[in-house]
């Protein structure tokens, strides 16, 4: 059976219509807007997904990416306030916003703020001194960050970071500050070290005068006994009492001839004294220790003891009657 003119145009227009159709259908990936033009003019902007448009009459303009971007700013010098010369290097982090501005406001958006990031980058660090430059890159990098943003808002874009990632001045340069360094480090060393020594001087001198004042302190209460025992032994003398003087003598005497016999020069030790003196001292002592502890009365203590001058020791041997 032949087929007539009809029968084909039915399916050429078919295909016709599938085409338009399928050619209206525009699919956006995620993380993409596209801007849609009607006869060369901005209509509005495709989302991620399925889209239709006319077709003939509208067509797809610019294909922004809406994901966070980054770029890298060149090295570049720069001379700062104090007349260095130094190389810089950074890098720059971008997001855009609005699709229409990112494509329709300026042309060659990342030209743009690579321009724009590297021209403020002199400017902010071309107002500092070097060692303000070296010591400040958080404040730089803020300074930075606040500049471009602003600049680049009617865009569409939001600046997210602004970084420098090298600071790099001249060999001699960096020679010179080492030798600086290094100076101020031997200066801080001696200033500390000079304070030391007057720290542990101040201390030797406060342990001196808190020994002195202890000793003297020792000495003063040393003379108040030995006033006090003098002051007991008189007023005993005052009363009558011999066997005070009797103990206050063997003190004496006993402390003197064990000072002698320590001594580390002699080893013979010559007595000018009757070492019966010695003994009746001892005997004293033991007399006042008997009263003491009570180990009979006074008056029988007495009548043991010999009666003894306050000037001579008592004498020992048969003729003591």
Do not use: C
């Amino acid at each position: 059976m032949p087929f007539s003119g009809f029968d084909i145009v039915i399916p050429v227009l078919v295909v016709l219509v599938l085409l338009l159709l399928f050619s209206g259908i525009k699919t956006v990936p995620q993380g993409f807007n596209f801007t849609v033009e009607r006869f060369g003019r901005y209509t509005r902007t495709l989302t991620p997904g399925l889209n239709l448009i006319v077709p003939f009459i509208d067509r797809i303009g610019a294909k922004m990416n809406m994901m966070e971007q980054v770029l890298d700013v060149p090295t570049q010098e720069v001379i700062t306030r104090d007349n260095a010369i130094v190389a810089v290097d950074g890098v720059a982090f971008y997001q855009v916003l609005t699709a229409a501005q990112a494509a329709y406001q300026v042309s060659g958006l990342q030209n743009a703020i690579l321009n724009l990031t590297m021209t403020n980058i002199r400017s902010v660090m071309g107002s500092m001194d070097l060692d303000e430059l070296l010591s400040n890159r958080d404040t730089i990098n803020e300074k930075l960050l606040h500049i471009v943003d602003d600049a680049a808002s009617p865009w569409g874009i939001k600046m997210t970071r602004v970084e420098i990632k090298d600071i790099n001045p001249p060999a001699n340069l960096v020679e010179s500050m080492a030798r600086q360094m290094m100076a101020e480090r031997n200066k801080r060393a001696q200033i500390l070290e000079a304070e030391g020594l007057k720290q542990a001087e101040i201390l030797q001198a406060e342990g001196r005068r808190e020994a002195a004042f202890r000793d003297a302190e020792a000495r003063e209460r040393a003379a108040e006994a030995e006033a006090r025992a003098t002051q007991v032994v008189s007023e005993a003398i005052a009363a009558g009492d011999v066997q005070a003087v009797n103990y206050f003598v063997a003190q004496k005497y006993t402390d003197a001839i064990a000072k002698i016999g320590s001594s580390s020069n002699n080893k013979i030790v010559l007595m000018p004294f009757e070492a019966s003196s010695l003994i009746g001292s001892l005997g004293g002592i033991g007399s006042i220790a008997r009263e003491v502890f009570g180990e009979g009365g006074g008056q029988q203590s007495a009548q043991r003891q010999p009666r003894v001058s306050a000037g001579r020791p008592p004498r020992t041997g048969p003729e003591q009657g």
